[in-house]
Every structure is written in C-alpha cells, then in structure tokens.
Nanobody, 130 residues
Framework: QVQLVESGGGLVQPGGSLRLSCAAS????????IGWFRQAPGKEREGVSC????????LYADSVKGRFTISRDNANNTVYLQMNSLKPEDTAVYYC???????????????????????WGKGTLVTVSS
C-alpha cells in the first residue's frame, strides 16, 4: 500500500525551528520528485519546495528561500523539510507529495497553480505564534 506520512509539526514561537519528516511506504522515494506544500486557512495551496534526483533540482518558493532546507534520506525512504527563522505567516498545514516527473516540470505546473501529484500525505499542522 502506497503511503506518505508527515510528522514534526507543532507550535513554535517566531524565530524558532521545526523539522518536518515525510516517510514513504509501498514505493521508493528515491525514484520520485518530492514536493512540500502548505495551505493556510482561507488561502490557496502553495508549493514550498521540491527535490528530484532525475534532474538534480532543488527548488524553493521565494517566501521560504534561505530559511527552509529540503533533504533526502534514501536509506530510510524519508524526506525532510528543515524550517528555520519561522514567521507567523508560515502557519499552515504542510503536505508532502511524490510524483514521477521532475521538479523542472512540476515547477512549471505550480506556477500555473496546478498541483497534481501522484501521491499525497495527509498533512501536519505548523503554527508559528507567541
């Protein structure tokens, strides 16, 4: 059974850090592009970051560039999103998703607000508040 499970969300003060995990089962993450997305209440879904081995791309949204880092642990079939210098506007449900296409292809789709991916997790809530 194909499954993606996010963890690591929670409440953190502004300026703090969290590391989100995305653990896969039923398929090998190393062969897929992995994207992190977020959706805040009343707002559209936003692509946050993407990593793909097929084209060697690592991409970040401008809103998180320099603060967030995506990484893979292929041995544990897990992808991480390290989030530093968190701001209240980072508050959202964060989702990971996997797709057989490359981040180069996915980025063009995300620019058109199309977020079709092969597999999705159920999300983890990140709240940045004092």
């Amino acid at each position: 059974q194909v499954q993606l499970v996010e963890s690591g969300g929670g409440l953190v003060q502004p300026g703090g850090s969290l590391r989100l995990s995305c653990a896969a089962s039923g398929f090998t993450l190393a062969y897929y592009a992995i994207g992190w997305f977020r959706q805040a209440p009343g707002k559209e879904r936003e692509g946050v970051s993407c990593t793909s081995s097929s084209d060697g791309k690592i991409l970040y949204a401008d809103s998180v560039k320099g603060r967030f880092t995506i990484s893979r642990d292929n041995a544990n079939n897990t992808v991480y999103l390290q989030m530093n210098s968190l701001k209240p506007e980072d508050t959202a449900v964060y989702y990971c998703a996997a797709d057989g296409r490359s981040c180069t292809t996915l980025q063009a789709m995300w620019e058109e607000k199309y977020y079709g991916m092969d597999y999705w997790g159920k999300g983890t809530l990140v709240t940045v508040s004092s």
